[in-house]
């Protein structure tokens, strides 16, 4: 049994360079949600998909971030232009649609200096 | 939106000792509230969960207990273990998406 991946585990990038993360969910989960971690806080939801449907983004969700999970596997985050305040963990979890229970990826870690 | 608050930020106990965190919300709607561990380096692990249609719920050394009227909700973790020693958070969600508010956390220290 494989839980949630993500990769990379870390990424460090320059100011205003784009950067991809992927996440693989727990296979026959329909169910995708991505969070971002800051130091000393709990995880902030992103957005949620719901198969290939991205059902609902938070308003933290910029115009510089984009998710997409095309055939509703994988999902890939990608951020355009970063900026120092991208630095943070991103965390990905998967649920099954029966259930409720979120299970957590290991996280991306970003720096951008 | 959903605010969830926790406390204590940070919590010290002798190894055998009982940690309790505590946990309030303010949207009355919420129905589900999971409490996560996440350990250094690691993403956040489900340690367990109550729907708003249960009072207490209780795993081996673990126990929620929510108080629906009074919107709060806490963990009691009994025993205490070195390896109990991580982040815990507390979040409540709303039946449909799920999508959990989290609290700020509660550093967990269990000294041997």
């Known amino acids: 049994d494989t839980g949630v991946s993500q990769d990379p585990r870390h990424k460090i990038t320059k100011r205003g360079q784009n950067v991809t993360f992927r996440c693989d969910p727990i296979?026959?989960?329909?169910?995708l949600y991505w969070y971002r971690q800051t130091l000393g806080q709990g995880p902030e939801f992103l957005t949620y998909?719901?198969?290939?449907?991205?059902?609902?983004k938070s308003r933290l969700l910029s115009d510089r971030f984009s998710a997409e999970r095309p055939k509703g596997s994988f999902s890939t985050l990608e951020i355009q232009r970063t900026e120092q305040g991208d630095s943070a963990m991103y965390l990905c979890?998967?649920?099954?649609?029966?259930?409720?229970?979120?299970?957590f990826g290991p996280g991306t870690r970003l720096t951008v200096t | 939106g959903e605010n969830v608050e926790q406390h204590p930020s940070t919590l010290s106990v002798q190894e055998g000792d009982s940690a309790v965190i505590k946990c309030t919300y303010s949207?009355?709607?919420?129905?589900?509230f999971p409490w996560y561990k996440q350990e250094l380096g690691k993403g956040p692990q489900l340690i367990i969960d109550?729907?708003?249609?249960?009072g207490e719920k209780k795993d081996q050394r673990i126990a929620v207990t929510l108080n629906k009227t009074a919107k709060h909700f806490s963990l009691h973790i009994t025993e205490t273990q070195p390896e109990d020693s991580a982040v815990y958070f507390c979040?409540?969600?709303?039946?449909?998406?799920?999508?959990?508010?989290f609290g700020r956390g509660t550093s967990l220290i269990v000294h041997p």
């Open positions: 979890a998967s649920r099954p649609g029966a259930g409720y229970e979120q299970y």
């Open positions: 296979s026959e989960h329909n169910r």
């Open positions: 998909f719901q198969n290939e449907a991205q059902l609902e």
């Open positions: 949207d009355s709607a919420s129905n589900y």
């Open positions: 109550i729907r708003s249609n249960v």
């Open positions: 979040a409540a969600s709303l039946g449909g998406s799920y999508i959990p508010t």
